[in-house]
């Protein structure tokens, strides 16, 4: 259930089951603008991570909640594209960091301006402004929502 109702108006029954489906339709909506960025969804999503801070690989794996063996997939072909650069880590020479390179910076500038560009399409369509400023502004809550939701998990170990 929703904790909170928008100020407009509360969430019907009907809003609040459909919302997994919407999330379902907008992945599919990042993953079309991807395309034209030459990245997948799971590539732009540890390329998204590396860009708040370089990361081991089991980190990159709960935060990308998969299991390791498909992170290091992921990475591993990044590494290869020269997106993703593998470093020891200086604290624990065991660990290995991943870290966004140049061209790393430059594909996933080049890939968020391609899904802002496809979701702009898309709640352009809406009749009035607000209402696509309203969209957005969702979008942005939801971020806001995974670094809390991230921080109180670290927090709780």
Known sequence: MIAKATASKRPTVRDQQTLGRTAAWL???VEIGLASADLSLPQYRVLGLLDDSPAVSSDLAERLAVRPPSVT???????????????????????????????????????????TCRLREIAGSLDDEGETDRAFDGLLAWRKAFGAYHRARRASR
């Open 27 to 29: 992945a599919k909506q």
């Open 73 to 115: 997939a992921v990475v591993d072909g990044l590494v290869i594209r020269g997106l993703v650069e593998r470093r020891h880590v200086v604290a624990d020479r065991r660990l290995v960091d991943h870290v966004l390179t140049g061209s790393g910076r430059r594909a996933l500038d080049t890939a968020d301006a391609a899904v």
